[in-house]
């Protein structure tokens, strides 16, 4: 693996202020390879952030390059697009869980919501999550769709089937997270559980304007940019 130059030799010390453990440093574009993910991974151990969100085709690679690092391998199920059958989704989960993934984001039947079936969805996603008991399942339920009251139901059924975090967006939507929804979401979830934004967060001001909306991760290809800003702050203090 090459070593970015931007990158620290050594992380900087994790304090309540720094940002890293809020990241999942994320690489799901389509055109991925394996190299990229493996520089993913080692900006990750460098900045020390919370998890890699990668395409399960990369998770073997990067559950070994993490190795004896704190942070965690996530990938997705049913993404971008949710329409996968449930059966699909469960197997994909079991196998990522197998493969060494600790947190897994999984994207809702987006129709079901849409179409007032949140019993459905509901299903799924515990389905989900006892196929995977030992990874923390993070469900996507792709906000830019969805109205109020569908955002309400929706983060009330995934505190109920038992997930971890209720998450704002894929990031191939029209649209990512929005600072109305996080408030939104991390209000019904009540602590519950935790709240996930992602899409379009590509500074420290918007890292930081998420975060005191409520959002207790953040899913972001620009993890490093953040980190270095955050590094240029504290100097100038």
Request: a negative charge; aromatic letters at 4%.
């Amino acid at each position: 693996m090459t070593t970015s130059r931007s990158m620290p030799t050594i992380a900087p010390e994790v304090t309540l202020d720094n940002p890293a453990r809020l990241i999942d440093h994320t690489l799901l574009r389509p055109q991925t390879d394996l190299q990229q993910i493996e520089q993913l991974c080692e900006e990750a151990v460098e900045w020390n952030f919370a998890a890699v969100c990668i395409p399960p085709v990369f998770v073997r690679r990067a559950v070994a390059c993490l190795y004896g690092s704190e942070t965690l391998v996530a990938s997705v199920v049913g993404f971008p697009c949710g329409y996968a059958t449930t059966i699909s989704k469960v197997q994909q989960a079991a196998e990522l869980e197998c493969l060494g993934c600790a947190e897994i984001d999984m994207v809702i039947q987006i129709g079901h919501a849409l179409a007032g079936d949140f019993s459905l969805v509901e299903e799924e996603i515990a389905q989900v999550v006892l196929a995977a008991p030992g990874a923390r399942i993070k469900v996507i339920i792709e906000c830019c769709y969805l109205g109020r009251q569908q955002k309400i139901a929706l983060t009330d059924a995934v505190v109920r089937a038992g997930a971890a975090y209720v998450k704002t967006s894929t990031g191939f939507g029209p649209s990512g997270a929005i600072i109305e929804d996080v408030r939104l979401l991390a209000e019904v979830a009540g602590g519950r559980i935790g709240v996930k934004a992602a899409g379009g967060i590509r500074s420290l001001a918007g890292l930081r304007q998420m975060q005191e909306a409520g959002a207790s991760r953040i899913g972001t290809s620009a993890g490093v940019e953040i980190m270095q800003q955050w590094c240029a702050v504290q100097r100038g203090r």
